[in-house]
C-alpha cells in the first residue's frame, strides 16, 4: 500500500524583476515585470507504508520544495500528491496530525521555554493522551537522553541537543510518516550513530515512513535501501541504492605495501601513486577481481600489507552530477 502518491507535481515561482537606477524602482511601481522560476518539474513517485527513502539533490535541486508540498506549506502549480489519502494543502490540518517533520535550521519547540514545557504543549496541540504521552517520553528519553536538558530553554541547547528534542517532537503523536531534513546536522560521530538507530528502530517498530534529505550520505548508506536522486527539478534516478553502486562503484583502489621501492605497472589496473614502497592501483572489478590483482602482484613482489578501498556513495553521487545518469529501466533521465 502506498502512503505517499505524487503524480506529475510541478512548483514555478513568479519572482518580481528589478529594475536598474531611480527611474526603473519608479517604472516599478506602476508596472512590475517577473521572472517564473521552476523548482521542481513533472515530479512522480510512491512510497509505500514503512519504506525508508532517501530523497537527495544538490542545494536548489527541488528537495526542499517537494517536501513543503508535501507537507502542504506549499500549493503545487501542477500534478497531484496524495499523503496517505489526503490532498496536503487542502487539508492542512488532517495532514498535520497523520505526519512528522523535522528541519535541520528550524525547530518547532517553543524557543524561551524549557524544553519539557515544549513537549507538554505538544501534548495539547495534538490531544495525546495521557498513557500515550507517557510511553513515547519514557521511550525516547531512554533512548536519546532528553532527561539530561528536560529544564533548559529551547534557545540554550546546542544544536546536537535540539536535534534530539525536535525528532522527538515529531515522533510524540505517533504519526504514520516522518519528513527529516538533515537530521544529524551539527552532530558528532557518536550522537550520530545514535540518532541513525532511533530513526531505524521507529521505522521497524512503528512501521513509520521516512523520508530522509540530507547530504550526508552516510546517512542515506545506513538508513535507506531507496533513494531518490533529483536535479534541476527533474527526478534523475528512484531506486535501490545497490543499483546505483553496481553501475557507478565498479572502481575499487588496492593499496599495497611490496617491502621494496621499485616502480611497476600490472596490466589492467592503473597506479594512481606511489609513496615510495606503498603502491596505489585503481581497478574496475567487472574486468578483473580483487584476488587476482593482489595474485599478479605477488607472483613478482614480496607483499607485506594491503587494503582495498570501497567506493563511497558522496563519491558515486559527484559522479552522477557531473556525467548524468543512464537508467536501463527508464526511470531515470539524463541532465539535458
Not at 80 to 92: F, S
Not at 181 to 208: C, H, S, W, Y
Not at 213 to 230: F, G, N, Q, V, Y
Not at 281 to 291: H, T
Amino acid at each position: 500500500m502506498n502512503v505517499i502518491e505524487v503524480q506529475h507535481l510541478s512548483k514555478q515561482f513568479s519572482i518580481a524583476k528589478r529594475q536598474a537606477g531611480m527611474w526603473g524602482a519608479f517604472q516599478s511601481l506602476f508596472h512590475r515585470e517577473y521572472i517564473v522560476k521552476t523548482a521542481v518539474e513533472d515530479v512522480s513517485f510512491a512510497i509505500g507504508a514503512g519504506e525508508m527513502v532517501g530523497y537527495i539533490g544538490p542545494n536548489g535541486a527541488g528537495k526542499s520544495t517537494t517536501i513543503k508540498m508535501l507537507t502542504g506549506i506549499l500549493v503545487p502549480t501542477a500534478g497531484d500528491i496524495r499523503v496517505n489519502g489526503i490532498v496536503p494543502y487542502q487539508e492542512r490540518q488532517k495532514n498535520a496530525l497523520q505526519i512528522g517533520v523535522v528541519f535541520g535550521q528550524r525547530s518547532q519547540l517553543w524557543w524561551d521555554l524549557p524544553t519539557i514545557e515544549s513537549f507538554e504543549l505538544l501534548k495539547q496541540v495534538y490531544q495525546i493522551s495521557d498513557s500515550r504521552y507517557r510511553i513515547n517520553m519514557q521511550t525516547f528519553t531512554e533512548v536519546l537522553g532528553l532527561d539530561e536538558f528536560f529544564q533548559t530553554p529551547v534557545r540554550q541547547l546546542s544544536l546536537g541537543q535540539r536535534m534530539r528534542a525536535d525528532i522527538a517532537a515529531a515522533l510524540l503523536h505517533d504519526p504514520k510518516i516522518l519528513f527529516l531534513d538533515e537530521p544529524t546536522i551539527g552532530l558528532d560521530v557518536v550522537a550520530k550513530e545514535k540518532m541513525r538507530t532511533f530513526i531505524q528502530e521507529m521505522n521497524l517498530e512503528r512501521n513509520v515512513t521516512v523520508i530522509l534529505t540530507t547530504h550526508d550520505m552516510a546517512d542515506i548508506e545506513k538508513l535507506c535501501s531507496r533513494m531518490i536522486l533529483i536535479d534541476k527539478g527533474h527526478v534523475m534516478y528512484d531506486g535501490p541504492l545497490s543499483t546505483i553502486k553496481d553501475m557507478y562503484g565498479t572502481y575499487r583502489v588496492l593499496i599495497v605495501d611490496v617491502g621494496q621501492d621499485a616502480s611497476f605497472q600490472i596490466e589492467e589496473a592503473e597506479l594512481i601513486r606511489e609513496e615510495g614502497t606503498r603502491k596505489w592501483f585503481r581497478f574496475d572489478r567487472n574486468r578483473i577481481r580483487a584476488s587476482q590483482l593482489i595474485q599478479r602482484i605477488s607472483d613478482q613482489y614480496e607483499i607485506h600489507d594491503l587494503t582495498i578501498e570501497e567506493p563511497d556513495i558522496d563519491t558515486i553521487i559527484r559522479q552522477i552530477y557531473q556525467e548524468g545518469i543512464e537508467n536501463p529501466q527508464g526511470v531515470a533521465h539524463k541532465q539535458g
